[in-house]
């Protein structure tokens, strides 16, 4: 059973930065891993992607912000996130997916197994 494990999430002030990680247990990563957060009362929302190739995807909200990049050799996903807002606060999960394209990244049906998230908090 794949087990994605998600960790870097803390708290930080407005501007501040973190980086989130994402490690399958299958020792590397393949196909398309994506982030996504979850605030309190609100929608999981898609944050970005990468594909098997390489390609990045990005929510509009984090792009400048955030970066996503993968070490293969080692089956970690990282998400590194500047210039940090209150508005980032949110439970953040990783996700692997057999297939993503611009089109369906964004989707959470778009992958099939989740990690159980790690809480990130923006003070203002």
């Known amino acids: 059973q794949l087990q994605l494990v998600e960790s870097g999430g803390g708290s930080v002030e407005a501007g501040g930065s973190l980086t989130l990680s994402c490690t399958s247990s299958?020792?590397?990563?393949?196909?398309?891993m994506g982030w996504f957060r979850q605030a309190p009362g609100k929608d999981r929302e898609a944050v970005a992607a990468?594909?098997?190739?390489?390609?990045?995807s990005y929510a509009d909200s984090v792009k400048g912000r955030f970066t996503i990049s993968k070490d293969n050799a080692r089956g970690i996903v990282h998400l590194q996130m500047n210039s940090l807002k209150p508005d980032d606060s949110a439970m953040y999960y990783c996700?692997?997916?057999?297939?993503?394209?611009?089109?369906?990244?964004?989707?959470?049906?778009?992958?099939?197994?989740w990690g159980q998230g790690t809480q990130v908090t923006v003070s203002s």
């Open positions: 996700a692997l997916g057999s297939y993503c394209n611009s089109g369906s990244w964004s989707f959470p049906g778009t992958y099939s197994d």
């Open positions: 299958e020792g590397y990563i393949r196909f398309c």
């Open positions: 990468i594909d098997t190739d390489g390609q990045l």
